[in-house]
């Protein structure tokens, strides 16, 4: 019973415990903020970079041989029904993907960028609709934004056919194709719905491996915008009728990837990319991994989104647990803080130790009562901590704005970041592991005081007043 | 009377010892000790033998330097011997393992200390509990709880000490922390108080009131009481008087008790 009741005397009347209690509070509040800051970075990270991708996205080398020396077989409808009925899948769509250059005319010379001058690459999609849809976050991506938000979507008239052109356009000459910019794109372009823009293209003739001829251009009308959130998705791509690109670039094979949207991402991710790896293969649409010396390339022919954006994921991920690594050394400061102050503690209850000894006391129950008294340092700075934390971390854009609008100094800088606020998500096990780690960490560091407590001579102890 | 055994007779054993007298509450056997000063041992205890019985009063003299406290510190179970054997309650206490040592200590011995010793951060009635704090783990303590709280209050309020159950040490006389102290070596009942000059820091008058207080519960209890004195007026009021020189049991001498 003493060790309860003495262990919490103790911590009452000795404010320095105090300390090592508002050290491991600061250290978990810290850790729990910041690592709820990088998941949000994370998540938002993930939401944006995957734009208007798929789940999964099929790009054949369609030029390189197969094992048997014939080229991958193109054959929409059959690859098609190939990918539809992988029992994962919920939606497919062909895209021909090839890249080009948007041509300026008069109208907007003006506001062309001072460095890139006349040009501007642009990644040229030529897409099914109703397939797309189904495929991707077009639709989703094509409805007006939010009033807030910082680039307007002027969204399309009929969903449905995107690519016809406005009922108040008229055509000068000839009507044309439609076309959906990215809404950044449009913007500095100063594009709108019924204007008319030239696209520029250089296609490669598979044979020769070189540019085909003089090139090809077409003049589109935009039809509307879409805003997918990822930057350079926004700014570069277009998307066309499918079969229109193919006649532009005068490309016998209409398609070069396809976008598959599966049933439930998270669970069947490596399951549906390796069957449909496997049936592509074995129908000669993919290249076989085995017996393949560049396998590791072909890899990349089935491949999730989080594949194809990788890297960024990684750099994130990877900035999150340095951001965990460095915040555990203020933990381990904390550590030693409750290590200093039961030391002092052990030093200064040199008589109390004796007396406790003399009393019946076992030397492990004297080791316990200091234990004891970092267990309670260690129990309240987290749960004040993790408390603090979490708070913190709901509601760290409006602690963000009063701290930029008191101190007059910008914190985060909204931008920067593609976000109009600090995105974070509290995870339940990251916060429990935090909690975890504090504890054990300042049980560790109060054993050694602890420890000595216990060995401590009860005739020394109670030799001196 | 029990005990007027010679040492000389114990340093002549050659052969571990039989347990010793069942009826002798506390027995030390050929106790040694030394310590290491430098490179050589210095011998503190010479071989003392010592035996008291249960409701005895003992008191020890002796010039300082003599190896009083060190020979209460080996009954007290608090120091190991380098040799020899202390018996408390039948068992002899250096073959017992730490625990169980432990749990004697707190069971059987109740110390009372020349500079009172009690805890600085728990009021007069919280350090009179402590050693039933000690004895019992939480959940056993608490059932318990109101019937120590009454025997201690009660103990403290015979003693004079009615208005201070709540003060700390630091707001009494030492006269009033000594008198603390006997409520809490008093507690759970010992056979064995063992008290190392209980008055050697109080002003005579003081200090005869605590070592009235300490006789009386002594007699009522009939608590055997091994008492550490430099003073012969008290060592005249115990039944033995031991006198202690250079580590050794000088004499031992039975008295006649005034009555």
Redo the contacts between chains.
């Keep these: 019973?003493?060790r309860?009741?003495?262990s919490l005397?103790?911590l009452r009347?000795r404010r320095t415990n105090w300390i090592g209690a508002v050290g491991i509070t600061v250290a978990v509040a810290a850790l729990i903020l910041i690592l709820s800051i990088m998941s949000g970075f994370l998540q938002e990270g993930r939401d944006h970079l995957r734009g208007n991708l798929g789940d999964l996205i099929v790009m054949p080398n369609q030029d390189y041989p197969l094992l048997d020396r014939t080229l991958p077989r193109t054959n929409e409808t059959e690859l098609m029904e190939l990918v539809r009925a992988n029992p994962h899948v919920s939606g497919a769509a062909l895209q021909l993907a090839w890249y080009g250059m948007l041509v300026p005319d008069e109208k907007n010379a003006l506001l062309r960028h001072p460095i890139f001058g006349d040009l501007s690459l642009i990644h040229l999609v030529g897409i099914d609709i109703p397939d797309e849809y189904e495929a991707s976050d077009l639709y989703e991506n094509m409805q007006p934004s939010d009033a807030d938000s910082a680039f307007q979507v002027t969204p399309v008239a009929d969903m449905q056919e995107p690519f016809a052109p406005p009922s108040f356009y008229t055509p000068d000459g000839a009507p044309k194709a439609g076309i959906v910019l990215g809404a950044q794109l449009a913007a500095s372009w100063n594009l709108r719905p019924g204007d008319e823009v030239e696209l520029f293209s250089l296609g490669i003739d598979p044979a020769t491996r070189s540019v085909q001829g003089q090139g090809c251009n077409r003049t589109f009308v935009v039809t509307g915008t879409f805003r997918s959130g990822e930057n350079d998705m926004d700014m570069e791509r277009v998307y066309v009728d499918r079969r229109d690109l193919a006649d532009m670039l005068g490309r016998s094979t209409a398609w070069s990837q396809v976008l598959i949207k599966l049933h439930d991402y998270e669970r069947d991710k490596v399951a549906a990319v390796d069957t449909l790896r496997r049936s592509l293969a074995d129908s000669g649409f993919v290249h076989a991994l085995s017996g393949n010396d560049v396998s590791d390339y072909f890899k990349g022919e089935v491949r999730t989104w989080e594949d194809l954006r990788g890297n960024m994921l990684g750099a994130i991920e990877n900035e999150k647990s340095l951001m965990g690594i460095m915040l555990s050394l203020v933990m381990v400061v904390a550590g030693f803080t409750v290590f200093a102050i039961l030391s002092m503690m052990v030093t200064e209850k040199r008589?109390?130790i004796?007396?406790?000894?003399?009393?019946?006391?076992?030397?492990?129950?004297v080791m316990s009562l200091f234990l004891m008294v970092g267990c309670w340092q260690a129990f309240l700075g987290a749960s004040v901590g993790a408390l603090l934390g979490v708070v913190g971390a709901l509601n760290i854009d409006a602690i963000e704005r009063w701290l930029s609008s008191t101190f007059g100094i910008q914190i985060f800088d909204r931008t920067i970041y593609l976000f109009d606020h600090i995105p974070s998500v509290i995870e339940t096990t990251g916060v429990a592991l935090i909690l975890l780690g504090a504890i054990a960490c300042t049980l560790i560091f109060a054993t050694i005081p602890a420890w000595r407590a216990a060995r401590l001579n009860?005739?020394d102890a109670?030799r001196f007043? | 009377m029990q005990g007027t055994q010679d040492s000389s007779n114990a340093a002549q054993r050659t052969t571990p010892a039989p347990a010793p007298d069942a009826s002798m509450l506390l027995v030390g056997r050929d106790i040694r000790r030394s310590f290491p000063v430098g490179e050589r041992r210095l011998e503190v205890l010479h071989g003392v033998d010592l035996e008291l019985g249960p409701g005895q009063r003992i008191s020890l003299m002796g010039a300082s330097g003599a190896g009083k406290t060190t020979l209460l510190n080996i009954l007290g179970l608090l120091d190991r011997p380098t040799e020899g054997e202390v018996w408390l309650d039948g068992q002899e206490a250096w073959s017992l393992t730490t625990r169980e040592r432990a749990l004697l200590r707190n069971a059987s011995i109740g110390f009372v200390f020349q500079f009172y010793h009690l805890l600085a951060e728990l009021n007069a009635l919280e350090n009179t509990l402590l050693p039933a704090m000690i004895a019992l783990p939480p959940a056993a303590y608490r059932s318990r709880k109101g019937e120590f709280e009454d025997k201690a209050a009660a103990m403290l309020e015979r003693f004079g000490l009615t208005n201070r159950l709540k003060h700390r040490p630091g707001q009494l006389s030492g006269g009033e922390q000594q008198r603390v102290a006997i409520a809490r070596a008093l507690l759970l009942d010992p056979p064995l108080i063992i008290a190392d000059e209980p008055t050697g820091n109080l002003d005579s008058a003081t200090g005869e009131r605590v070592l009235e207080l300490l006789f009386e519960e002594q007699e009522s209890r009939s608590t055997a009481l091994l008492l550490v004195t430099h003073d012969r007026r008290l060592a005249k009021r115990c039944e033995r008087v031991v006198h202690m020189e250079d580590g050794l049991v000088q004499a031992d001498s039975t008295l006649t008790m005034p009555t």
């Design positions: 019973m003493y309860w009741f003495l005397r103790y009347a008589r109390d004796g007396i406790l000894t003399a009393l019946g006391a076992h030397p492990r129950g009860p005739i109670l007043e």
